[in-house]
């Protein structure tokens, strides 16, 4: 069964910092990867979406990348900004799951200023 | 375009009583899907559809009903509310095996 895990659960960083966050799945064979935004009380945004056959994705100052061989993705946000912060989920959809997403938990982010 | 709509955002049901959970897209995806998230949890799917006329179970379909009569509805039934389905239900729908895109969530309360 495929499992999600996202550490850390929440983070701290100040305006301006360039910043990581992990997401790691316990099955290889995955079809593709998305990462999303959630903001309390809304719904989820997607942001990026990686093909497995993919090394990353961009989108502004958002950076995705997959290492299915290490069952690794990493999501970079350049220059935070007050605005990014949020809680950020992966989910990963499996080769032969259909299209059934297994979601992580997520990494509430705050941005200081 | 208003993306992937739900009604209502909030509701509060006693124990025992039903209610439906609607959710409609205008993008004329094939796939949609049921979605609840409960606090601390990811999100885990109940029930899903590929087209009109066919849903199968996701991974915690009990105490839920669906149907899919349209491309763009997937109501979601709940019968006999119990305090264990309070939480926020997220409707989503994609073309394909691709991008999932989500509604606005429906926070459902059981007393």
């Known amino acids: 069964k495929q499992e999600v895990t996202q550490i850390p659960a929440a983070l701290s960083v100040p305006e301006g910092e360039n910043l990581v966050l992990n997401c790691s799945f316990t099955?290889?064979?995955?079809?593709?990867l998305q990462w999303f935004r959630q903001d309390p009380g809304k719904g989820l945004t997607s942001l990026l979406l990686?093909?497995?056959?993919?090394r990353e994705q961009t989108s502004g100052r958002l950076n995705a990348s997959l290492d299915k061989s290490s069952g690794r993705s990493t999501l970079y946000i350049a220059a935070s900004q007050p605005g990014d912060s949020a809680t950020y989920l992966c989910?990963?959809?499996?080769?032969?799951?259909?299209?059934?997403?297994?979601f992580g938990t997520g990494t509430q982010l705050k941005v200081e200023l | 375009n208003a993306g992937v709509t739900q009604t209502p955002k909030f509701r509060i049901l006693k124990i025992g009583q039903s209610m439906t959970l609607q959710c409609a897209q205008d993008?004329?995806?094939?796939?949609m899907y049921w979605y609840r998230q409960d606090p601390g949890m990811g999100l885990k799917l109940i029930y899903y559809?590929?087209?009109?006329?066919?849903?199968d179970k996701g991974e915690v379909p009990n105490g839920y009903n669906v149907s899919r009569s349209t491309t763009e509805d997937f109501p979601l039934r709940l019968e006999l509310a119990a305090p264990s389905q309070t939480s926020v239900y997220f409707c989503?729908?994609?073309?394909?095996?691709?991008?999932?895109?989500f509604g606005p969530g429906t926070r459902l309360t059981v007393l």
């Open positions: 099955d290889s064979a995955i079809y593709n």
């Open positions: 559809s590929v087209g009109a006329g066919i849903t």
């Open positions: 989503a729908s994609s073309l394909f095996y691709d991008e999932q895109f």
């Open positions: 989910a990963v959809r499996i080769t032969g799951g259909g299209n059934k997403l297994t």
């Open positions: 990686i093909q497995s056959s993919q």
């Open positions: 993008m004329n995806h094939n796939y």
